[in-house]
């Protein structure tokens, strides 16, 4: 699978390595699949994982060394 939008540049600006950025999008994901509401309001991607990618790209989405997950 190849992610175009938003481009992988854009991630590693939010997230400071690949194996942090697909953990983050992954816990995401899975918590937007299980009903937790959408830190957007409108979504280019229809999966999950896109979604949770278009947050973290927004900068709605970072990682807390407190918590696993962090929603603005």
Known sequence: MKITYPSIDKLLEKV???YSLSVLASKRAHELEA???AA???FKSSKA???ALE???AGKVVID????????
């Not at 060394?65 to 603005?72: E, S």
């Open 55 to 57: 947050e973290i790209a």
């Open 40 to 42: 957007l309001d409108h």
């Open 65 to 72: 060394p407190d918590r696993k997950t962090k929603v603005d």
């Open 16 to 18: 400071d390595s690949r």
């Open 49 to 51: 994982l896109g979604q």
């Open 35 to 37: 009903g937790d509401p």
